[in-house]
C-alpha cells in the first residue's frame, strides 16, 4: 500500500479551512436576500439623480448636499427610536414599516413641487430608512446559524453589493424617462421587498414557542461590558468613516485635485473599491466562521486602513486605483465578521433592537463627521493628511480588536446548546 505524501494532509487541512462543507442556508435567510437585493437596488435609481433633481428646483450645490445630508442625520436621530419599537413590536412588523415609509416618501419626491417638499420628504425617509436597517440586522441574527453567520453576513452584504452595483446602471437609463422615474421606480422596489418580507418570510421563530413569546431584549449596558461589542462600535464607526463617508465625499475631490480628472476617474475609484469588497466577500465570510471573528476584523482593517492612507500619496492615477481596490478588498474581509461578532453578542435567542441601533448609529456618525473633518484636513494640511487621519483611524480600530476575547467558539458551543 503506497504512503500518502507528507504534506498531502496538511494540504487537506488547508483546503478543508478554505472551502469548508457548506450546508444550505435556511429558506428565510435567502427571502432577507432578495429583500436586501431590492432595496439596494432602488438605492442605487436615485443615487445618481437625487443632488441633480434637487438643483432643477433653483438652489446650489450646498442646498442640493443638504438633501443627500439629511437623510443620513435622520438616520442618526431616529436610530434609538428604531431599536425600542423592535423591542416593542418585533422584527418584521418594524421592518415592513420602514420599507413602506420610505417607499411612500421617496414616491413623494417625485412629486415634489419645490425644494422644501422635497427636503420634508427626503428626511421622512431617512427615519423609516433605519427602521428597516435596524430590524433587518435583528433578523438575520435571529435567523442565522451561529456556525453560519460569517456566511450569512457575507452573502447579505453580496445582495446589497450586486444591488449598488446595478441600481445606478438602471437609475441612469430611467432618467432619461425624467428625472422624477427612478423615484417612482425605487418605491416601486421598496413596496415589493416589503411584500417579499411579508409574505414568504416564515412566521416562526427560532426556539420553543415558550421561548418565543418571551423573547427577552438584551440591555445596552449588557452588550456594552463586552469587549467584542466595544470593539464593534469602533470598527463600526471607522468604517462610517471612511467607507461611506469619506469614499463617497473627498475621494472624487482628491481624483480632481490630484489628476485633473473629472467625475468618471472618481466612479472607477468607486468601481474597483466594490470589484475589490465583491471578490473578498466570496470567501471571507466561510473564513470568519472557520478561523474566526477576531483574525479576519484585524487582516481586514490593517489592510483597509493602509491602502485608505495610501490614497493621499498616490501619484499617479493607477496607484489611485491600486489602492482604492485594495481598500475595497480590505472592507470585504472584516464586513462579515464585524456583524458576526455582534450577533455572537446577541444571541438567537435575545431580541437586540436598542444595541443594533447604538451599533448603527456609530457607523453614521462617522459616515457623517469624517467627510466633513476630512474635508478641514485636506484644505488646511493636504488630502495627504485627511486619507492619513481616515486610515490611522480604521488601524485604531484594529488595535482594539487585538485584546478582545474570540466570540465564534462560545457561539456555536450556545448554537449546540439551544439545539438539543
Same mark, same amino acid.
Given at each position: 500500500?503506497?504512503? =500518502? ?43 445618481? &439623480? ?13 442646498? #442640493?448636499?443638504?438633501? &443627500? =445630508? ?6 442618526? @436621530? ?7 419599537l423592535i423591542g416593542r413590536l418585533g422584527e418584521r412588523p418594524v421592518y415592513v414599516a420602514g420599507?413602506?415609509?420610505?417607499? @411612500? ?22 427615519? +423609516? ?10 433578523? !438575520? ?10 456566511? !450569512?453576513?457575507? /452573502? ?6 450586486? +444591488? ?5 446602471? &438602471? ?55 463586552? +469587549?467584542?461589542?466595544? /470593539? ?16 463617497? =465625499? ?21 468601481? @474597483?473599491?466594490?470589484? +475589490? ?25 490593517? !489592510? ?24 475595497? !478588498? ?11 461578532? @455582534? #450577533? ?51 488601524? &485604531? ?24
Amino acid at each position: 500500500m503506497t504512503a =500518502a505524501p507528507r504534506g498531502s494532509g496538511a494540504t487537506s487541512r488547508i483546503l478543508a479551512r478554505l472551502r469548508p462543507q457548506r450546508d444550505r442556508l435556511p429558506r428565510d435567510i435567502k427571502v432577507m436576500l432578495a429583500a436586501a437585493f431590492l432595496i439596494a437596488l432602488g438605492f442605487g435609481l436615485v443615487a445618481p &439623480v437625487l443632488p441633480q433633481f434637487a438643483t432643477t428646483f433653483g438652489v446650489g450645490n450646498t442646498e #442640493a448636499s443638504v438633501i &443627500v =445630508a439629511i437623510f443620513a442625520f435622520m438616520r442618526l @436621530v431616529f436610530a434609538p427610536a428604531g431599536g425600542s419599537l423592535i423591542g416593542r413590536l418585533g422584527e418584521r412588523p418594524v421592518y415592513v414599516a420602514g420599507l413602506l415609509i420610505v417607499a @411612500v416618501s421617496t414616491a413623494a419626491c417625485a412629486f415634489a413641487q419645490d425644494y422644501w417638499q422635497l427636503l420634508l420628504f427626503r428626511g421622512l425617509g431617512g427615519a +423609516g430608512s433605519v427602521m428597516f436597517t435596524v430590524a433587518s440586522m435583528a433578523l !438575520v441574527i435571529r435567523l442565522a446559524p451561529p456556525e453560519s453567520r460569517g456566511r !450569512v453576513s457575507g /452573502a447579505y452584504a453580496t445582495a446589497f453589493l450586486i +444591488g449598488n452595483v446595478c441600481g445606478p446602471i &438602471v437609475g441612469g437609463l430611467l432618467a432619461g424617462f425624467g428625472l422624477r422615474i427612478p423615484f417612482l421606480a425605487y418605491a416601486a422596489a421598496l413596496i415589493a421587498a416589503a411584500l417579499v418580507v411579508q409574505t414568504q418570510l416564515s412566521h416562526e421563530r427560532r426556539g420553543s414557542a415558550e421561548a418565543q413569546q418571551r423573547s427577552p431584549e438584551m440591555k445596552l449596558g449588557e452588550a456594552l461590558a463586552t +469587549g467584542p461589542y466595544r /470593539a464593534a462600535l469602533m470598527s463600526s464607526f471607522a468604517n462610517g468613516w471612511a467607507t461611506f463617508g469619506v469614499r463617497m =465625499a473627498t475621494v472624487p475631490l482628491f481624483a480632481a485635485a490630484a489628476f485633473g480628472a473629472g467625475p468618471e476617474a472618481a466612479g472607477l475609484a468607486l468601481a @474597483v473599491f466594490a470589484a +475589490g469588497n465583491a471578490v473578498a466577500l466570496t470567501f471571507s465570510g466561510r473564513l470568519a466562521d472557520s478561523m474566526g471573528r477576531k483574525p479576519m476584523m484585524i487582516a481586514g482593517l490593517l !489592510v483597509a486602513g493602509a491602502a485608505t492612507a495610501g490614497i493621499g500619496v498616490a501619484g499617479d492615477l493607477v496607484w489611485f486605483l491600486a489602492a482604492s481596490a485594495l481598500a475595497g !478588498v480590505g472592507s470585504g474581509l472584516f464586513g462579515p465578521a464585524q456583524q458576526a461578532a @455582534v #450577533a455572537d453578542v446577541i444571541g438567537n435567542g435575545r431580541s437586540g433592537g436598542k444595541v443594533l441601533a447604538v451599533y448603527q448609529m456609530t457607523s453614521d456618525v462617522g459616515a457623517i463627521a469624517g467627510p466633513v473633518l476630512a474635508g478641514v484636513l485636506a484644505d488646511r494640511l493636504g488630502y495627504g493628511w485627511a486619507f492619513g487621519v481616515t486610515g490611522g483611524i480604521m488601524l &485604531v480600530a484594529a488595535c482594539s480588536w487585538i485584546t478582545t476575547r474570540e466570540t465564534l467558539r462560545a457561539a456555536k458551543s450556545a448554537g449546540s446548546a439551544d439545539g438539543r
